[in-house]
């Protein structure tokens, strides 16, 4: 209307006040006779307003509906889940804050490895988050609208419209495209946007899945140990059968939709490599499932990893026993570096702990006992020189290094003020219905 079409006032008032005046069950049947689903939504929306059905629709195409909407969908979707990861970014921050100096047993191949701090290992599952967090910030708004583009993309019926005026369709392009919310719109399409843009939106979130798929699966690894559990509620039941069992099921369960979530993006993938010139319908039904599908399970994994972050159990006693079970090994360097200051050959100190560190592997090994290495050190007459070293040589928080200073750089530095602009939205604990 406002750039020159004859177009009412009374027809715009008339389908302004029945935009949810919505007859599902005629469009219903509208769609079973006409068997498209946007005319048959016309046809109802025109039946609600009789004074503007004859323009109603006019120059737009099936896909100037649906993929404009689906455009407006992907972007509000994401609305929706940043601020679900930013929470989810908080509470592990506030849980690697809290645990930041606790020595931990760290694993490389899952065999022990150098010792690490649960504080510093829970920043490896927050940068992960962190990079999806920049990646889903970086999908929404490479998100441009399709606008007004025609049946091949080549605005025909609009520049007919206009009786040959290119400046009005292309401001007609802009007007629509700003009123949706978007500062851009694809300059070219075919009958549709490019299916290229889902295939961005789906590895967005199959990263995503991949990221909690760790997260969730290092905390079931945790919780064998005993280490570290997810929340488990008083009256809670574990197995059926067997009443001791404390399974990790939110985790578990995070990880089997994080599965499902990951597949998706295979949708998009072959759906934009078999699109036939400017479009072929074998891609609207795929769409429809897998670009829902995939919002709501990486909704639903979020939601569920922040129940599990907000309940975090640690157990220090058992992970400082599993520090005792294996430091005296990883302290045989520190060992001879003391025994060479005090006067002795590096390569007798050597011979004599590969000996000894033999001895005490066949007793946890083969005996099943505790690991007696600094035992034998003690009993051993050539370590009498280091005896009183002993307990400062295997102090555990000597061995993380610079962990607890990495954990609050980071925090400081990359997390916090990641998290800044979705602070108004960080909101309480939740609770999963079951």
Not at 117 to 144: F, H, P, S, Y
Request: aromatic share 6%.
């Amino acid at each position: 209307q406002s750039l020159g079409l004859p177009i009412t006032d009374e027809q715009i008032r008339e389908m302004e006040a029945n935009l949810d005046n919505i007859d599902f069950k005629m469009a219903a049947e509208e769609e079973k006779k006409l068997r498209h689903d946007v005319m048959a939504h016309v046809h109802t929306f025109a039946h609600c307003c009789p004074k503007a059905a004859a323009i109603i629709h006019l120059g737009a195409t099936s896909c100037y509906v649906g993929d404009n909407t689906d455009l407006i969908v992907l972007r509000d979707g994401f609305n929706l889940l940043l601020p679900k990861l930013a929470r989810v970014i908080s509470r592990l921050a506030d849980f690697a804050e809290k645990y930041a100096d606790m020595p931990a047993l760290g694993f490389t191949h899952y065999q022990p490895a150098q010792l690490t701090t649960v504080g510093k290992r829970c920043c490896l599952w927050i940068q992960d988050l962190c990079m999806d967090l920049q990646n889903l910030e970086r999908a929404r708004d490479d998100l441009r609208f399709r606008g007004v583009k025609g049946t091949t993309g080549t605005q025909a019926s609009f520049l007919q419209l206009f009786e040959g005026d290119h400046s009005k369709v292309e401001e007609l392009d802009r007007l629509v495209t700003a009123k949706a919310g978007f500062k851009r719109a694809y300059m070219v399409t075919g009958q549709t946007y490019s299916r290229k843009v889902d295939i961005g939106v789906l590895a967005v979130l199959a990263s995503l899945g991949a990221s909690i798929h760790k997260i969730c699966t290092d905390i079931r690894l945790l919780a064998n140990l005993k280490e570290i559990e997810e929340p488990f509620e008083k009256d809670q039941i574990g197995s059926s059968a067997m009443p001791y069992k404390r399974n990790p099921m939110r985790s578990e369960r995070c990880c089997s939709l994080a599965r499902h979530l990951m597949t998706l993006v295979m949708d998009p993938l072959q759906t934009a490599a078999v699109q036939w010139f400017e479009r072929t319908l074998d891609d609207s039904a795929n769409r429809r499932v897998c670009l829902a599908e995939a919002f709501l399970t990486a909704d639903i994994i979020l939601s569920t990893l922040q129940n599990i972050s907000e309940g975090l159990v640690v157990y220090p006693k058992v992970i400082e026993r599993r520090i005792r079970q294996e430091l005296p090994f990883m302290a045989t360097e520190n060992i001879i570096m003391a025994m060479v200051k005090a006067g002795g050959n590096r390569q007798d100190c050597h011979e004599k702990i590969r000996v000894l560190s033999q001895q005490a592997a066949a007793v946890v090994k083969q005996e099943g006992g505790d690991n007696d290495f600094i035992a034998r050190v003690r009993a051993d007459p050539y370590f009498s020189p280091i005896h009183k070293q002993l307990e400062s040589l295997l102090d555990p928080s000597s061995f993380t290094g610079r962990a607890p200073q990495q954990v609050a750089k980071f925090l400081k530095e990359e997390v916090r003020p990641a998290l800044i602009p979705y602070q108004s939205k960080m909101g309480g604990k939740i609770e999963l219905a079951l």
